[in-house]
């Protein structure tokens, strides 16, 4: 280090070659911190933009995504944007919303072949296994099919129909004789591409691609469903099985599949006030 | 007025408007094919090439990559892989060959934007320069290295005005004018190339890849320099000159070994004594010291009255 004594001219410089790094560290990790935090809010995707099919968890993605377009250059559909410094997503990265154009899952997925980084992942070869969110029918009081009607425009457009969104028949509470056909989405299926929620024939969709992490609940690692151990067990792992005894008039019995209370048909007939005939 | 000379109007006496102007006018002419190319595709639908300067496929055969936003990328922990790699690494070789900071002066648009800023300093006479050290680029570039790590993310890229402005005139530039117009006001009003001489990390990185590039310029015939200082005045990173051009006495070569040096061979069309030519690094021969009489009439003639 420094010799003792008066300061000699090289010892001098050296100070001052000290300080003027001090001074640089300084000014550029100032810079660098403040582009650190912007960093950390730029990782946040909002949930209303959607990545290609393919792309990594957004906190790798955008590690690997080199901001160059490509992928959106080979979009045959033109769905895919860059983003520019003032929308919210990580400048230069590529993104797409989907009630504005959804992804129309291409067999071939050019956008996927066209990445040159794997930021979109190669091994994703069928477009059904891609999972650029999940459809949520997240507004029931406006969802046309939870009003009773039957416009089931997001299980007609869905690409995957059966598989990503079925139809469940409900009774319909309000006229006590309809049914609701109540759209239900199933994430084991469900690809994000957001047909769905383009096609809601509302003014603001009732649908919506979500990303998967919002969209989806999880159960606790430690949780048994008893049913499904049963199955698998193939009986009941906590007591036999017991036949519940009802206390019930006779010709009445009870049916758990979903009527409930019955009266045994035969005696239907027989039993006074009846109309002729009735079975 | 008279008093201010306009850099390379003695050179423009000498060998003419063309010959005192021959790179820069290759210089724009690369810049702005290279930009036509890119906007063939999207704005007349002759896709010759596809992406912007971070990755390009010309013509379904070649990619194109480049290596600091790949080695960004790396440091983030994703494994680069295929086309990127393999475009990287022309890059690295070719830009190795000719010389880094070429991608400076000869490709990057934001090059014109600094040079219109500079252009326009000297016509309105602003003088007044914040002095920046030109080692900040190289604290940034490690900066840019360490955040990317830190991050996970290439955080560069989130402001970085040279992709900002080649990938806004390709794919729609939206808000990303301001931060070129940024560029140019921090080059007018505060800093004399400040950017590209002081601040681009962009630039730092290439600078290191130009260690030991071949392709110098080279102040062949320093001999017959007559201190008109005009190499100076045009040059971007006008340090590097010096040791070259000045340091016959201390032994130094001809060569402008400094990486930073662009390439750009300004100084070689301002020179009304043709003292610069490109050359290879390894060439350190001075020209013969006499009056050239390959460089034709007129210049003899101007060397003979100096």
């Known amino acids: 280090m420094s010799e003792q004594g008066k300061p000699s001219p090289a010892s001098t410089a050296r100070r001052q070659f000290v300080l003027d790094a001090a001074k640089m560290a300084c000014g550029v990790g100032l810079a660098a911190g403040g582009l ?18 393919g792309a990594l968890a957004e906190g790798d993605f955008q590690g690997a995504c080199i901001r160059c377009g490509m992928c959106v250059r080979d979009c045959p559909y033109r769905i895919l944007s860059l983003a520019r410094p003032e929308h919210p997503v990580a400048t230069g990265t590529p993104y797409f919303v989907a009630r504005g154009l959804p992804c129309e899952m291409c ?12 930021a979109l992942d190669h091994s994703l070869v069928d477009i059904t296994k891609a999972r650029m969110g999940l459809a949520v029918l997240i507004d029931h009081e406006s969802c046309l099919n939870w009003l009773g009607m039957r416009c089931d425009v997001c299980y007609r457009v869905c690409p995957l129909i059966d598989k990503a969104i079925t139809l469940e028949p409900q009774r319909n509470p309000r006229t006590g004789k309809h049914t609701m056909f109540i759209p239900v989405v199933h994430s084991d299926a469900c690809t994000g591409c957001g047909k769905c929620e383009k096609a809601c024939v509302l003014e603001v969709s009732a649908i919506k691609v979500l990303p998967a992490a919002l969209a989806k609940g999880e159960i606790g690692a430690h949780y048994r469903l008893g049913w499904k151990e049963k199955d698998r067990a193939g009986e009941s792992l906590v007591a036999p099985d017991a036949e519940h005894k009802f206390n019930l008039p006779e010709g009445y019995r009870y049916e758990y599949g979903g009527r409930g209370l019955v009266r045994d048909e035969p005696e239907l007939s027989t039993l006074p006030g009846a109309p002729k005939g009735a079975k | 007025m008279a008093a201010v000379k306009r850099p390379g109007a003695e050179a423009q006496a000498v060998k003419g408007w063309l010959g005192s102007h021959r790179w820069l006018v290759a210089r724009r002419f690369s810049q702005l094919s290279i930009l036509a190319m890119f906007l063939l595709g999207p704005l007349a639908g002759v896709w010759i090439v596809k992406g912007n300067l971070n990755f390009s496929y010309t013509l379904g055969v070649l990619p194109l990559a480049d290596p600091y936003v790949l080695l960004q990328s790396a440091l983030t922990g994703h494994a680069p892989e295929g086309k990127a790699l393999v475009g990287a690494a022309i ?16 490709v990057c648009p934001v090059n014109m934007v600094a040079d219109l800023a500079h252009w326009l300093r000297r016509r309105l006479g602003i003088t007044k320069s914040v002095r920046i050290a030109r080692s900040v680029r190289y604290w940034l570039l490690g900066a840019t290295l360490v955040l990317a790590g830190a991050t996970g993310t290439i955080a560069w890229e989130l402001v970085n005005p040279v992709s900002m402005f080649h990938r806004g005139l390709i794919f729609g530039i939206g808000a990303a004018w301001s931060v070129v117009f940024a560029v140019f006001l921090f080059d007018l009003v505060f800093a004399d190339r400040g950017w590209c001489g002081h601040v681009c990390p962009v630039g730092a990185f290439y600078s290191v890849l130009a260690l030991r590039s071949p392709v110098r310029v080279t102040a062949a015939r320093r001999a017959h320099c007559n201190d008109c200082m005009d190499c100076y005045a045009v040059c971007p990173e006008m340090q590097v000159i010096k040791p070259a051009l000045k340091g016959a006495s201390r032994g130094a070569g001809p060569v402008i070994l400094s990486p930073n040096c662009t390439n750009c061979g300004r100084c070689i069309d301002v020179c009304s004594k043709t003292v610069f030519r490109f050359g290879l690094r390894y060439d350190d021969r001075e020209d013969a010291p006499s009056p050239a009489p390959a460089g034709g009439v007129a210049r003899a003639a101007i060397a003979d009255r100096a």
Not at chain 1, 36 to 53: E, H, I, S, V
């Open chain 1, 36 to 53: 650190a935090l912007y960093a950390k809010q730029a990782k946040a995707l909002p949930p209303g933009a959607l990545r290609p099919p």
């Open chain 1, 107 to 118: 067999e071939d997925i050019p956008c996927v072949k066209a990445c040159p980084t794997g």
């Open chain 2, 91 to 106: 890059v690295l070789a070719f830009y190795f060959l000719v010389g880094g900071r070429v991608y400076c002066s000869w």
